[in-house]
């Protein structure tokens, strides 16, 4: 029952903090409700025992991802008036509901499929040591690639700042 | 989730988040006055102000943050590696030290094209 | 829920919140004796409420309500108000979330029931510390990108990108410890080094990673933005960094969160590295089994504390020349007497529990508060560690900040854990 008012208050918190992404108009107050966003999605994890995750959303997404964007929010020192202008915003809105509504047409018929009772939880679901386990055995393969992808990341990032002149 | 759990969470949070309010204290009690000079950025006595604070900052700062990002997504793989590795073994130590080395392939990278260097 | 249930909860989330808070007058009362002692000089030790003077301590009172009455100014060019209110805000919020997952005292067994000693029991420890060390960043970017202030916005750039440089080393120093351990839950890591290691030396963290602690500590140090790497608040070169706009208890509210960050990354260097709350050698087992020799030993112990302490005090705190009606002499006699009465009531408690209650669960929570004492006089020395080191140490430049950073602190913390790992693997 508690878990249900839970569910119900983080997800209106998520719905409210992207609405406030898209809605809001100076970057600042756009990232400060998109970390909203990601803490309630946290939450939401923290709700289906998934602590790993949960943990995971909260320092990779709501705290390094976040502060990458707020850092460069900060040092490019965007002021109201170096926004542009642009008027076709509640053009290009309704052109992304509609792309995206298809995809919400198939999580809600996903959603209705879903078996009406609560499977069983296996011991130690969701817990470090048993994702931990899981990833360095049977995941072993992507863990690795995910290894050369940051890598790529990482000399992409050196590559395309300094094309700009690094020194 | 336990109730146990929910109930310590919920009246820590509130805690932390009533205590700042205290600051509400300085509004009813702190005098107010007006006056050019406290409305203006400080400058360490100057009340004329020399340029304003908008200017952009060294790519450099951006290069670290991405560097933190990708080092953290690193990191966070290490912690379920970590607390797993007596059931591992040997195998997955040398998973390890793969990722450790392409890390280390990044980071000398970084260091031999001078990115963190700051002059 | 029972009661009992619901009256602990409210206890652990009480001593939580508030023991961090408390310990903000007394580290700011250390910092500044300190910093006197460090310099050969007195210190604040005039303040006073009818002649009690506390050691310095009614200094603090005398600054808080000082705060309290100074104005509250939010300059006119501020143009996110919101933020510049909230940015205060989140910096002590966050900096006492931390505190929620750290362990005080073993698990407290009472009938069939266990309580977890946290102020909130979850068992995903430390990965919350550094979720939550991670927003605190919000709070410094915030604060410095709001004031739009020159001095500001430097000192909020060079914090933020200070704290995020020295959050991978000390991600990374962590992650050869929990190889060691085996879990990340904060509990079980104070348990684990209630053992011994070969028999005799205490299973403390600092022993079983002589590296990891050195960097676990030197990018504490930076994260909690103090001394050597205090640069963001670099008076000589931009004021006061990003608090420069602040004033009142806002600025208090700065002063607070950093404070509480100091006390709670001491107590989790305490908690990973120092034991925790174990009193070496004497687990909580052991002390358990021998509540009434322990008990014994405590009251023979106290007033022979008591009367080495009564004897320093009335040593140093006199008028070291003539003065007739001396207040001096009037306070220490003040101290002294309370000093003996505090000293009796502890004794007639005690003498009640091994008269009437000894055995069962007054014996557990004996051991509780014996626990929480130990866990809280080694949180007190690591915090002395940070003052001593603060007027030791003078300030990096910002490029040897970085430099030490990703070119010293992360190769060797690699280092650590691919020695870590390699004896681990070995051994098991």
Redesign the interface.
Known sequence: M??TY?FFGLALLAVLGALGLILFKHP?NGA?SF?VTLISLAGLY??L?A??I???Q???Y???????I????????I??RDLPIDSNRWFYLAGGIIVVAPIAGLMIKIAKSLPEEHPELIDGFGD??T???L???EW?LP??I???L??V???G??VL??K?G?? | ?S?EL?LSGAVFIGLALAIPTIMVLTAVFGPRSGGEAKNAPYESGITQVVGM?????S?????L??????F???A??M??????LR??GVF?FI?MV??IL??L??LI??LK???L?W? | MSALDILIILLRVAFGAFVPLSFVAVLVWMERRGAAFFQDRAGPNRCNVYGIRAGGLIQNLADGIKLIFKEDIVPGHI??KL?FILAPMLVFITALLCFAVIPFADVLVLGDREYVMQAVPM??GI??F???V??G??GI??A??SSHNKYG?LG??RA??QV?SYEIPMGLSLVSLLAVY???DLSAIAQYQGQLLFGFIPAWGFVLQPLGVIIFIVAAFAETNRTPFDLAEGESEIVAGYHVEYSSMKFALFFMGEYVAMFVSSALIVTLYFGSYQIPWLSTETLVAHARPVVILLMIGLPVIAYFFAGWIKKNNRTHYYRADDPRSRETAIYVSLLWSLVVVLEVILLIYLIFAAGGAADRILVLLLQIGSFLIKTFLMCFVYVWVRWTLPRFRYDQLQKIGWEKMLPLALLNIFITGAIIVSFS
């Open positions: 508690l878990a839970l600042m400060m970390v923290a709700l025992s602590k790993l949960f943990a995971i909260l320092i990779v709501a705290g390094a991802i976040m502060s990458l707020l850092f460069i929010i900060m040092f490019l020192n002021q109201e470090v040591k994702v931990g386990h990833l360095f055995t072993l863990f690795e995910v290894s050369i940051l890598l990341a990482l000399v990032a050196v700042a300094g700009r690094v020194n | 989730m109730a929910v604070a908008d200017q952009k900052f790519v450099k700062f951006y290069l943050a991405i560097l933190f990002l990708i953290d997504i690193e966070v793989f912690y379920p590696w970590a607390v797993s059931e591992l997955g998973e793969v990722f392409l890390l392939t990044g990278y970084i094209k001078g990115v260097n002059r | 143009q996110h933020y068992d995903v990965l919350w550094l979720a939550v991670g927003f960043v919000y970017i915030l410095g990108w916005v909020g750039l933020a990108a995020i085996g879990t990340v």
